[in-house]
């Protein structure tokens, strides 16, 4: 251990059983600085985070070999030697984490704020008052809109965003010694992205905390890491500086992570979607496979398969004493677009601006307060039942959190086959093994794979399932809801490929929601920017992109991490009252009017509040 490390882990070996999935791993954090861990899915990240919390023999696991020596406060001590009682003294105190999947992280019968209180009634010993008061302060920090009602509520009622950002306030409640990130912006867009990365940074800085950051965002990395350590199949492949790595990555499978990097502006001048070759790695060294080619599929000339005209969903959440609704949610305030054959119309904004609650809609999963939707020119609304169901088949939805959706008691074999049985696409059992064990391949994963349950998959993997699920149908929409925000970036350029060959050969149309501005620009046709439920501007992709007609779409672009560590930049903390779309019943909103500065160029003519010039 070196004489400044705050954790020193020397030799590490995990096992589930006989399958060892962490070998001979080492590696120091110091104290005030940042250790990135990269790999793909599965490489053993999460699971490394896991043992040095010491919780992965409470998933099935153990540490078979090695030590964790945690340096604090002049004592040494190795995590592995202790007692679940001395760990527990630990968690949440000095060593703190933020999860991969704050759905399953997350108690679902207590609210937020009670989950947060607790972490501060049992660490910090304030009075119950003085709790809340800081939960409520934390909940701010991490910009949640109307933080002091935030507090009442549950989980269930969060988008994953907020969410997320829930798990990062309990996380720092404590200001712990060591914060271990799982995937912590995997869920979140990326203007709360840029203002989460700054206060870790800031409270760092303060406090001289260390920061072990696992993600397979490398722009993330790029902004945050001093140093990085890149896993492949449990083992340490290569480790140094960030700037070196970047710029003299030494391994294939290294060179192969960051040419898989989506990068923003890499399509600049281009009006189309552009499939692009990918590396992969063969026989340990790189190997370009298909080329590039433009993606020239959508069918304007042909009838709209969805148009939406005047959409409102809204939520009643409080009540006075009688009964009276007082405040709702304006989760979609007149919005409305068309979706064509063979198109991927892109919904972008922040966590909580409508984005998932129109997919929701379209996919039938929530009502609608007002407006009209069609498929294939005729209104969802006039639909018969068995019209509805042959809806449901044509219109796939692969969710934003993929444990969530996938049932734990049954195989993903099985999950796969179930659209295919319902639907009575084919009466063969032995042919739908074969289909499932085919949807499988095509998402990067193996027919073998089809005997397996849900957790013995890792969140990258789980999404590939719920793709593959998707497919089995055979649909004309899939709406794909932040499909691609568990996936490492190898994987996630093979699902983008995939997507797009999916959409040449059989006319696919996509509704992509997705906070991932580089992607968003690799894979769309037409682009539409929500903010507060409402359209701020809308137009083909590369209109939206090279000439960012609305301040609230430039600041999205700008809060975009560049994956390259010499052009850092720091975000300024926002000001000001966070936007909430939860209004009082007599607060009708201001419905903002769309004007066409451009042929199908449409902004929004006056600035929504809580927006900066």
């Known amino acids: ?18 399958e060892h999935v962490v070998e001979d791993l080492s590696f120091d954090v110091e104290a005030g600085r940042t250790l990135a861990i990269v790999g793909e899915s599965g490489s053993g990240k999460s699971v490394t985070s896991l043992a040095i919390m010491r919780l992965v023999e409470h998933v099935g696991g153990s540490i078979t070999q090695g030590s964790i020596h945690f340096n604090a406060d002049g004592v040494s001590r190795d995590l592995t030697a202790l007692s679940d009682k001395q760990m527990r003294a630990l968690r949440g105190n000095d060593i703190a984490m933020i999860f991969q999947e704050p759905m399953t992280s997350l108690n679902p019968v207590f609210t937020v704020g009670d989950q947060i209180i607790e972490t501060l009634l049992v660490h910090e010993e304030l009075s119950r008052n003085a709790a809340r008061e800081e939960a409520r302060r934390l909940l701010e920090l991490v910009r949640l809109p109307d933080a002091e009602a935030q507090l009442k509520r549950y989980p269930h009622q969060l988008s994953g965003g907020m969410r997320q950002r829930v798990m990062i306030a309990m996380a720092l409640a404590c200001r712990p010694k060591l914060l271990i990130a799982d995937e912590p912006t995997t869920a979140l867009d990326v203007t709360i992205q840029a203002q989460i990365l700054s206060i870790i940074r800031d409270l760092q800085s303060q406090l001289e905390m260390a920061v072990i950051f696992i993600t397979h965002d490398m722009g993330v990395v790029a902004q945050m890491a001093d140093d990085v350590v890149v896993m492949h199949r449990g083992r340490r492949i ?64 042909e009838a709209p398969l969805v148009s939406i005209r005047d959409l409102v969903t809204r939520f009643d959440i409080r009540k006075n004493f009688f009964g009276g609704v007082t405040h709702r949610v304006h989760a979609v305030e007149k919005v409305s677009f068309d979706i064509y054959p063979g198109e991927t119309m892109a919904l972008v904004g922040e966590s909580g601006s409508g984005k998932s609650t129109i997919g929701r809609t379209i996919q039938q999963l929530q009502a609608a307060t007002s407006g009209d939707i069609r498929f294939e020119g005729k209104p969802l609304a006039q639909m018969s039942k068995a019209e509805q169901m042959r809806l449901r088949q044509k219109v796939q939805y692969i969710f934003q959190d993929p444990f969530a959706s996938l049932d734990p008691r049954k195989t993903v074999g099985f999950s796969i086959a179930e659209p295919i049985r319902t639907h009575g696409l084919i009466d063969n059992r032995r042919a739908i093994d074969a289909r499932v064990g085919e949807l499988l391949e095509r998402v990067g994963l193996e027919a073998h794979h089809a005997g397996r349950y849900p957790h013995e998959f890792s969140g990258g993997q789980r999404q590939r399932i719920c793709i593959a699920r998707a497919l089995a149908s055979k649909p004309k929409l899939i709406i794909a809801d932040e499909a691609l925000s568990a996936l490492d970036v190898s994987i996630q350029a093979q699902i983008i490929d995939l997507f797009m060959e999916l959409q040449k050969d059989e006319g696919l149309a996509y509704l992509f929601i997705s906070h991932d501005m580089a992607v968003v620009e690799r894979m769309s046709h037409r682009v539409a920017v929500l903010y507060l439920g409402q359209i701020v501007e809308f137009g083909p992709r590369r209109a939206v992109f090279e000439s960012p007609a609305h ?3 430039r600041r999205l672009l700008q809060a975009v991490p560049v994956a390259d560590p010499g052009a850092r930049r720091d975000q300024p903390m926002l000001e000001g009252e966070i936007a909430s779309p939860v209004r009082s019943v007599s607060d009708e909103p201001i419905i903002l009017p769309l004007s066409e500065t451009a042929p199908g160029h449409f902004v929004a003519t006056e600035k929504p509040v809580g927006i900066p010039a």
């Open 1 to 18: 251990m070196t004489s400044k490390a705050l954790l020193s882990v020397r030799s590490l070996g995990v096992a589930f059983g006989s």
């Open 238 to 301: 290569e480790q140094a500086p960030v700037a070196d790595l970047f710029a003299h990555p030494r391994e294939a499978y290294t060179r192969a992570l960051l040419s898989a990097v989506p990068r923003l502006g890499s399509m600049s001048g281009e009006d189309l979607p552009r499939r692009e070759a990918l590396t992969v790695i063969e026989n340990g060294e790189p190997r370009t496979i298909g080329g590039n080619s433009t993606q020239d599929t959508a069918r304007y000339d």
């Open 551 to 553: 301040s609230y779409t």
